[in-house]
């Protein structure tokens, strides 16, 4: 018979038999959700492909060297985004939200200030305050980043093909 490893191997997904939406399809999806969700059309949209490393897995961050090679799935965000005084009288319009179709339901409410701090709530969120926080430094003097978006993805969470790196493309 055959050893407990290769039947594994015969019937775990391959790539080959995982057909991602394309872009155009996610981006209809992220931007219907966007309008359900805030009630206008986005001003921008943006695509990121997933990625898998060859070779240096969690090593890029630990100045090793990495082989990253781009999938056809993606995240798609739509949104708008904005520079505002950050002594606004209606203290919402300094918070930003997320909403996305991998966590119905969910919207991730958070101020972009230099105290972000990651959370347990919403934890899928996280990624994007911390490229948000990078931003922190290029907001003019008196102004606050304020943001919404909605996010689509072909990436399957959890699957190693680092779904979060593309919510944090740069």
């Not at 897995?57 to 630990?62: R, V």
């Not at 922190?136 to 699957?159: E, H, I, M, Q, W």
């Amino acid at each position: 018979g055959k050893s407990p490893r290769n039947a594994a191997r015969e019937r775990a997904p391959t790539m080959a038999s995982f057909q991602p939406e394309p872009k155009d399809v996610l981006l209809r999806k992220a931007e219907r959700l966007f309008r359900r969700v805030f009630d206008e059309h986005p001003s921008f949209a943006a695509f990121a492909p997933g990625r898998v490393n060859l070779i240096g897995e969690h090593t890029d961050y630990t100045n090793g060297f990495v082989c990253p090679m781009a999938l056809t799935a993606g995240t798609v965000i739509a949104g708008r985004g904005a520079l505002v005084d950050e002594e606004a009288e209606d203290a919402s319009a300094l918070l930003s939200m997320i909403v996305s179709l991998q966590v119905p339901g969910e919207v991730a409410v958070f101020e972009c200030s230099p105290g972000l701090q990651p959370s347990d709530q919403h934890p899928w969120a996280n990624y994007v305050k911390g490229v948000a926080h990078e931003y922190l430094a290029d907001v003019p003097a008196g102004k606050r980043l304020v943001f919404d978006f909605a996010v689509a993805s072909s990436v399957p969470l959890g699957s190693g093909l680092s779904s979060s790196a593309s919510l944090e493309v740069r």
